[in-house]
């Protein structure tokens, strides 16, 4: 079947940072109250200068050895991957990538022990997100805030199929952690593995009853370069979240959403109209890291950005926004110039 063009590309797509309301900025969650995490981002000419490679959205977990010694996986959930810290640094060091936001990964699922060490050996190079727990008991509102106020962790992953069966992210407990998170000062990530279109409705009823809470995409939201008119409807509502400001966007874990091989280059219309409609700043780049060795390498991962930049083609102020500019805003002080 052909590709359903969405709407029509602009030739050139210069700068677009968005302005016209205030940005989230993020310090340190313990100094952040909803009085204060509202912004104006910076000029794209002022982060031409400032700017490091940050990865939005990557997750690590304990060698075999040390998960048998110190931080076991939870049954079931045994990685078939290499992903331990020795690895992560030494790809980021070879791709040339300055700092990270570590996702809580399934394989520990709600022992954040193992991440919660990476982040106090690399305080500097590494923000953590961890995973909410929607008990239905409500002891993950609890737990997120010790997380975020004793261990440092700077955003919360909301796992839809985490949720007890029949329930959705907008019952009482998950409008708890929601809420909670926006008093914290920490964003909410959605993965929306089976489908944005399964959960398009419960992030908008979020985003709306709690506009103090930032929210991030993971992976375009799981948007592929639709195919069909349901594909290309679906795609529409993700750009029509960009209403909410408080709305970014990861385009992460490229080699997931895109129908071709490395470099992805058929993103470059979904990346297109995504700026468009959120602005750069908005936008932020992420490998999945470590599913993505295997399908492209780390290195590549981050080099495919520039590839398929180039097919729209997307300013240079642009891209340095999406490859580290946004995150930077976004957990301000985290990653100095």
């Known amino acids: 079947m052909a590709m359903v063009r969405v709407s029509s590309l602009t030739p050139f797509i210069s700068s677009r940072t968005r302005l016209p309301c205030c940005n989230f900025i993020f310090s340190s969650p313990s100094a952040v109250n909803s009085a204060s995490v509202f912004r104006r981002a910076s000029t794209a000419t002022d982060m031409a200068t400032t700017t490091k490679i940050i990865d939005s959205h990557l997750h690590v977990w304990a060698s ?22 020795d690895f992560l640094v030494h790809c980021m060091e070879e791709a040339g990538v300055d700092g990270a936001l570590i996702v809580q990964p399934i394989n520990h699922k709600f022992d954040h022990s193992y991440v919660t060490s990476v982040l106090k050996k690399h305080p500097s190079k590494f923000v953590g997100c961890c995973l909410a727990n929607p008990a239905e008991d409500g002891s993950g509102v609890q737990q997120l805030e010790h997380l975020v106020l004793e261990d440092g962790y700077r955003a919360v992953r909301f796992n839809p199929y985490l949720w007890p069966s029949g329930q959705q992210m907008t019952n009482e407990i998950g409008k708890a952690m929601f809420s909670k998170a926006g008093e914290l000062g920490v964003p909410v990530g959605f993965m929306c593995m089976k489908g944005l279109n399964l959960h398009i409705s419960e992030i908008q009823k979020m985003c709306s009853e709690f506009p103090k809470t930032v929210v991030l995409l993971d992976h375009l939201a799981f948007c592929k370069p639709p195919m069909d008119d349901e594909e290309a409807k679906t795609f529409s509502e993700l750009l029509g979240l960009s209403r909410f400001p408080q709305v970014y966007v990861k385009f992460s874990a490229l080699f997931r959403v895109s129908r071709k091989p490395f470099p992805y280059e058929d993103l470059s219309p979904l990346l297109s109209q995504v700026i468009s409609s959120f602005g750069a700043n908005h936008v932020m780049w992420g490998s999945d890291f470590p599913f993505v060795v295997e399908e492209c390498g780390y290195k590549e991962a981050k080099e495919a950005v520039s590839k398929i930049a180039n097919q729209v083609p997307i300013s240079p102020s642009d891209l340095e926004w999406i490859m580290g500019g946004t995150a930077m805003q976004l957990f301000k002080g985290q990653w100095t110039a």
């Open 64 to 85: 075999p050895e040390e998960a048998r010694d110190k931080y076991p996986y939870v049954p079931g959930q045994e990685p078939s991957l290499r992903g331990n810290l």
